[in-house]
């Protein structure tokens, strides 16, 4: 039996980073993960043609760029090969007329932008941007900051002397309101508000969703601030810096091991067994999982509460996602305004809002969207290094798709029982292609080769995908900051002492950001030691 201080159950990036500093600490940690690979949803492979290095899952780093993790590892990290890229744009919109609105990361020229698309909306953007300056640290709190403890009690009083119960009130409506009333009741152009909105399909909502609005500014904000970062060479550098780091402070990380059981004995969380072996944990096991994995799957019966068995049955997922990775014989030939499209990280090909919507609710109710939004990730224009010389590739999602189709909005294509069939998929995906080769005038030819990876596929990938839901639980706000993952449990401990549950599932959400790792990273060795150690 191999003994250790933690254990972390999968390798996604909350793991990854709660290890990181744990080992930092003295501990001896070990990583164990079912996949070949390490990161979860961070993979880079040459799975079209070789020479291509594709992000299969995620692909951009900002949350990563400007989160407390990166800040304390951010040395340690790059000495051990990690290098971030960055452009001057990193998302723009395309109309379907052909016509685009951009962000940039500068202030001044998106004034200006937004300016002429419409008058006072330049204006409007500085306000926004002066507004939410005021509260950022208050916004990026909530979202990296164990809401139910003492320190969620201190930012609450940070917040109530700034903004005074009348600023606190106003704050909190606007963290319950939608991406359009925001939008609508901001800018005039409905450019800027196609610019905007689909960002909100990022975080598994809608435009009319409860908690969109403030998501949208969050995004907006970090987006101008911090741009679209990757790391040359592939996501997967992160995950390697990572595990790298683990392993030279004496920690251990363990690919193609299925953990079936975390052991409990006296009430307290000892370990965790495989089918061949058993891993000890003399501190603390720390499960990176769903909560119906692990309170009705690696937890024995006896030790979870019958509410907790009912509420982790009840836990919401929200919509699929299809990934589509194309590599091309050269630089797309966008329509319009070309050559600013061909340096932009992010292109949304979309209706604007109302497209958005109507997409949205299309698969919400099950149905394949008619003239889905399409995300179209540049990843060559950020990093050269990822394909051959004056080869290009796109990185493309599709967030408005339901769990199990059991139907098509357009009537065309034929759905078999809520499943997604290999000839679905690829159906589905031609039907992308087709819209997105309205755009990009040379696209059909340029395609060496396409890899389409269904909600089923990705489901398949990685078991916190269920469904194909790439944040691993619908953040609809009744299951969201202290009501993330289940509303009697607003925190990371659980009812087994020295077990804690982390992730995407978990406060503060989805995002490559690792801060529910931190968090606990934190709580378990005390902010006196942590300080200590980061010398803050």
């Not at 962000?103 to 941007?129: I, K, P, Y």
């Amino acid at each position: 039996m191999a003994a250790y201080d933690a254990i972390f159950v999968g390798s996604g990036i909350n793991s990854l980073v709660g290890a990181s500093v744990l080992a930092r600490a003295g501990w001896k940690v070990c990583v164990l993960e079912r996949n070949s690979w390490f990161g979860g949803n961070i993979r880079t492979a040459e799975i079209t043609v070789p020479g291509f290095r594709h992000d299969l899952f995620s692909g951009w780093h900002p949350l990563f760029t400007g989160s407390e993790a990166y800040s304390l590892l951010k040395d340690a990290l790059h000495a051990r090969g990690l290098e971030y890229l960055n452009t001057r744009y990193p998302t723009a919109t395309l109309f379907p007329d052909g016509s685009a609105a951009f962000l940039s990361t500068s202030q001044d020229e998106n004034r200006a932008h937004f300016e002429s698309l419409t008058s006072g909306d330049g204006e409007a953007w500085d306000r926004v941007v002066k507004a939410f300056g005021r509260q950022a640290d208050i916004a990026f709190g909530l979202l990296g900051t164990e809401l139910w403890s003492s320190d969620g009690v201190r930012l609450l009083l940070k917040a109530l002397r700034r903004f005074r119960i009348r600023g606190s009130l106003e704050f909190t409506s606007e963290l319950l309101g939608s991406s359009r009333d925001w939008l609508t009741s901001t800018f005039g152009s409905e450019r800027i508000h196609g610019l905007f909105a689909p960002w909100v399909l990022h975080t598994g909502l809608g435009p009319e969703g409860a908690g969109s609005g403030f998501m949208n500014k969050l995004i907006a904000f970090a987006l101008q601030t911090g741009g679209m970062p990757v790391p040359k060479g592939g996501g997967a550098r992160l995950a390697d810096s990572l595990v790298r780091l683990i392993c030279d402070q004496g920690g251990e990380c363990h690919s193609d091991i299925h953990v079936n059981k975390v052991l409990v004995r006296s009430g307290k969380a000892c370990g965790v067994c495989t089918k061949d072996a058993e891993f000890q944990a003399r501190r603390a096991v720390l499960c990176c999982v769903t909560p119906q994995q692990l309170y009705l799957e690696l937890l024995e019966r006896k030790v979870v509460p019958d509410w907790l068995v009912e509420s982790s049955r009840h836990f919401r997922y929200g919509r699929g996602d299809m990934q589509i990775h194309l590599a091309l014989s050269g630089p797309p030939q966008w329509r319009g305004d070309s050559e600013r499209l061909s340096k932009t990280a992010m292109v949304h090909v979309a209706d604007g809002i109302n497209g958005i919507s109507r997409a949205v609710n299309e698969a919400e109710r099950g149905l394949l969207p008619t003239d889905p939004t399409v995300v179209v990730g540049q990843p060559i224009s950020v990093d050269p290094s990822r394909a051959p010389a004056g080869r290009w590739i796109f990185w493309i999602q599709l967030q408005e798709l339901p769990r199990y189709p059991i139907g098509d909005a357009a009537g065309k294509l034929e759905t078999t029982s809520g499943t997604w069939t290999e000839k679905l998929r690829e159906q589905f995906a031609d039907r992308v292609v087709a819209k997105l080769s309205a755009q990009v005038s040379n696209l059909e030819s340029a395609i060496l080769k396409r890899v389409v990876l269904s909600p089923a596929d990705l489901a398949a990938s990685n078991v916190n995908l269920v469904g194909g839901d790439p944040y691993a639980g619908s953040c609809a706000p009744n299951q969201f900051f202290i009501w993330r993952p289940i509303p009697g449990l607003p925190h990371h401990r659980t009812p087994v002492a020295g077990l804690y549950h982390i992730g995407a599932s978990t406060h503060p959400g989805p995002g490559l950001h690792g801060a529910s790792g931190l968090i606990v990273a934190k709580q378990i060795l005390g902010n006196r030691r942590y300080r200590q150690l980061f010398r803050q």
